[in-house]
C-alpha cells in the first residue's frame, strides 16, 4: 500500500524479493480507500519483452494495469514504471 508518511520496511528475513514503488498521489488516494477484507488485487504489473533483442535491455518494459474501477472514473488504467 502506497503512503505519504514515511514507514521502515525490515526485509532481512524475507522469503522472496520485495519492490518498492513510489506511485502517483492519485493512486495511493485510490488504493487506501480499498476495504482490506476485499480479496480483489488492486492491480498487476505487466512485464513486456521483445523476443528479437531479449539481450537488450531496453526492450523491457515494465507497465502497471489498475483493476477494475478502483475508485475513481478519472483514474487512469494503465502506468508506465521505471525500473531502477
Same mark, same amino acid.
Given at each position: ?6 514507514? %521502515? ?7 522472496? *524479493? ?5 506511485? *502517483? ?9 480499498? %476495504?482490506?477484507?476485499? *480479496?480483489? *488485487? ?8 521483445? /523476443?528479437?533483442?531479449?539481450?537488450? /535491455? ?15 472514473? %478519472?483514474? /487512469?488504467?494503465?502506468?508506465?514504471? %521505471?525500473?531502477?
Amino acid at each position: 500500500m502506497c503512503s505519504s508518511s514515511s514507514r %521502515n520496511l525490515d526485509t532481512g528475513k524475507a522469503e522472496s *524479493p520485495v519492490w518498492l514503488m513510489k506511485c *502517483p498521489v492519485v493512486v495511493a488516494k485510490s488504493w487506501n480507500s480499498h %476495504n482490506p477484507s476485499d *480479496p480483489h *488485487p488492486l492491480s498487476k504489473v505487466v512485464l513486456s519483452l521483445d /523476443p528479437l533483442r531479449a539481450d537488450d /535491455p531496453s526492450s523491457l518494459e515494465f507497465k502497471m494495469e489498475m483493476a477494475g474501477s478502483s475508485g475513481s472514473a %478519472n483514474l /487512469p488504467k494503465s502506468y508506465s514504471l %521505471n525500473m531502477f
